[in-house]
């Protein structure tokens, strides 16, 4: 079973950055895309961006222009810088890889922005 293991979480004041970093255990096979998603207290989670096999780079309209998600083949690990942060963007982030069977999820990374 392939293992996701995020890191980089922390507390931070509005306006400041972070980077979250997320490393795979092996290659994972029938991989369509690598994606961050969050759950916000008392919510779903949802996507926070995604980057596809064909290198689309897709963003949750709340992040854009403040987030940048990456990716290393080689390397098997995925990223996301987060600018400029609000307190909205408070969550448990989960690195995920989706996949043709079922998705591979990581375990979370707190991220607590206070004003």
């Known amino acids: 079973q392939v293992q996701l293991v995020e890191s980089g979480g922390g507390l931070v004041q509005a306006g400041g950055s972070l980077r979250l970093s997320c490393s795979a255990s092996?290659?994972?096979?029938?991989?369509?895309?690598m994606a961050w998603y969050r759950r916000a207290p008392g919510e779903q989670r949802t996507l926070v961006a995604r980057?596809?096999?064909?290198?689309?780079?897709i963003y949750a309209d709340s992040v854009k222009g403040r987030f940048t998600i990456s990716r290393d083949k080689s390397r098997n690990t995925l990223s996301l810088q987060m600018n400029n942060l609000k307190p909205e963007d408070t969550g448990i982030y989960y690195c995920?890889?989706?996949?043709?069977?079922?998705?591979?999820w990581g375990r979370g990374t707190q991220v607590t922005v206070v004003s």
């Open positions: 995920v890889a989706e996949r043709l069977l079922p998705d591979y």
């Open positions: 092996e290659r994972i096979t029938s991989l369509t895309s």
């Open positions: 980057v596809t096999n064909d290198d689309d780079h």
